[in-house]
């Protein structure tokens, strides 16, 4: 581009006032550091992952990094989560999060820094762990973040505050944080923001939705009472693999047939357990179920027709009325994730001004995966945006095109990521970010 009388005076101003790098420079700076430092501090976060709300070593390790960074770190927020705040003059308060857990995941990405680590699980067994989600580079990203923004301070104002949570994975991490009172603590963020690697997308791409990024969950269980009775002798009794069978394909028509048809929602009944013995009908059958919305109104008439459907079937079967079919909506379910459209349409134009208009990478969502990180922002409400960060070499893409290995996806024990690119880019768009923020 040749340089135009206002971008020249517009570098000079800027070089007067001491004031913004350009693109350019802060890539460079980036891809420098990631050299010097973050490429290694990868590599540990790689090799020793640890399952949720056992991220001791690596919520030790981000917070000594983040101290030698220049940020006031309190751990043990939330159990092994971390706050680090940067005063910086005033103006606005921004959080920036990364989730730091693995997964219960043998790693056979055939990596050099493949994890060998395992560690006792919830139950007491000794499983791998692996970090199959790709959370490595979010907290590599943080670092790496968190230098850029101190080495820069003369190009913002305000409050960054940088989030290390635990327990993404189990959807709990967020919601135990908020339990520990960390706007009261810390203060309420004006604006929040976090990234997702994606393995689905090609590196060099983000992310970035005016909508909703991530589906809410729930949690469904429903315990079945059936009459038991000896399996020769059906009519003695009311048999609730028959009643479960039938309220597992009359789910099926909730979606189907009470959901408007723009309206996306899922019910999987992903648990089916019920009886003992090939001539015994058994008494009772539980079905575990994951629900999924895009909003308020959907979650209301998916739980609604689970909890009718449930227990009008149990009054077809002939059951009592005590003894229909019990529905029980666990209270760990998340809410949707989604995208403040302002904040999200202002990222998005500091985002393409600086890395280029084909910069995002455009496709609809086709699952309803969910996140934890609206428990930081719905309730009070933060605006916040929640982009995605491509994993994977568009080579791979072709390859898998072309008959050769597919692409493996997030949580098997084959997932890998291009870690430099994923981290750098990660760096570069949540730094924009942050500046375009901060300012007084
Ligand atoms: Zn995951
Ligand atoms: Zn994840």
């Given at each position: ?23 350019g420079?802060?890539?460079?700076a980036?891809?420098q ?11 540990y ?14 919520a030790a ?19 092994t ?12 308060l921004?959080?920036?999060r ?10 056979k ?35 790496g973040?968190?230098?850029?923004m101190a ?11 940088l989030?290390?949570?635990p ?10 944080m908020m ?18 690697v ?13 909508d ?13 009472h ?31 047939r009470t ?11 992903g ?5 003992t ?14 629900v ?46 989604i995208?403040?459209?302002e904040?999200?349409?202002r ?20 699952g ?7 428990f ?22 072709d ?7 597919p ?34």
């Amino acid at each position: 581009m040749r340089p135009t009388l206002t971008t020249l005076l517009l570098a000079t101003t800027l070089m007067a006032t001491g004031g913004s790098a350009t693109a350019g420079d802060l890539a460079a700076a980036i891809e420098q550091d990631y050299k010097a430092h973050l490429a290694d501090l990868f590599d540990y976060f790689h090799r020793n992952p640890e399952l949720s709300m056992m991220e001791h070593n690596t919520a030790a390790r981000l917070a000594s990094e983040l101290r030698d960074a220049g940020y006031e770190v309190t751990e043990g927020v939330g159990d092994t989560g971390l706050v680090a705040i940067m005063k910086n003059g005033p103006g606005p308060l921004v959080m920036m999060r990364a989730d730091m857990d693995g997964l219960p995941v043998q790693e056979k990405s055939g990596l050099a820094n493949a994890s060998k680590a395992q560690q006792e699980d919830w139950d007491g067994n000794l499983v791998y762990v692996m970090h199959a989600c790709g959370h490595d580079t979010h907290i590599t990203g943080l670092v790496g973040t968190a230098r850029r923004m101190a080495a820069s301070r003369d190009e913002w104002s305000g409050t960054l505050m940088l989030i290390g949570q635990p327990a993404e994975e189990r959807v709990g991490g967020a919601k135990i944080m908020m339990q520990d009172d960390i706007w009261d603590r810390f203060g309420k963020p004006d604006y929040a923001m976090a990234f997702h690697v994606n393995s689905n997308v090609p590196t060099g791409k983000l992310v970035a939705v005016v909508d909703s990024p991530y589906s809410g969950a729930d949690t469904v269980d429903i315990i079945i009472h059936g009459i038991g009775a000896h399996g020769a002798y059906p009519h003695r009794g009311v048999d609730p693999v028959v009643l479960g069978s039938q309220i597992v394909l009359a789910l099926q028509t909730v979606v189907s047939r009470t959901l408007p048809p723009r309206a996306a929602g899922v019910i999987t009944v992903g648990s089916f357990h019920a009886g003992t013995k090939h001539n015994i009908i058994s008494d009772r059958a539980h079905l575990q179920l994951t629900v999924r919305n895009d909003n308020f109104e959907t979650r209301q008439i998916l739980l609604g027709g689970i909890k009718r459907v449930a227990q009008n079937m149990g009054r077809v079967a002939g059951l009592p009325e005590d003894k229909l079919p019990e529905v029980i909506v666990s209270d760990e379910g998340v809410p949707p994730t989604i995208n403040d459209m302002e904040l999200t349409r202002r990222l998005r134009s500091v985002w393409s001004a600086a890395l280029g208009e084909d910069i995002f990478h455009e496709e609809k969502r086709l699952g309803m995966g969910a996140e934890d990180f609206p428990f930081f922002t719905v309730d009070p409400y933060i605006p916040s945006t929640y982009f995605g960060v491509g994993g994977t070499p568009q080579a791979d893409f072709d390859r898998e095109k072309a008959g050769g290995a597919p692409v493996p996806s997030h949580h098997s024990p084959l997932f890998k990521v291009d870690a430099e690119s994923s981290i750098r880019l990660g760096v570069e768009a949540t730094v924009l970010g942050l500046k375009e923020l901060l300012q007084e």
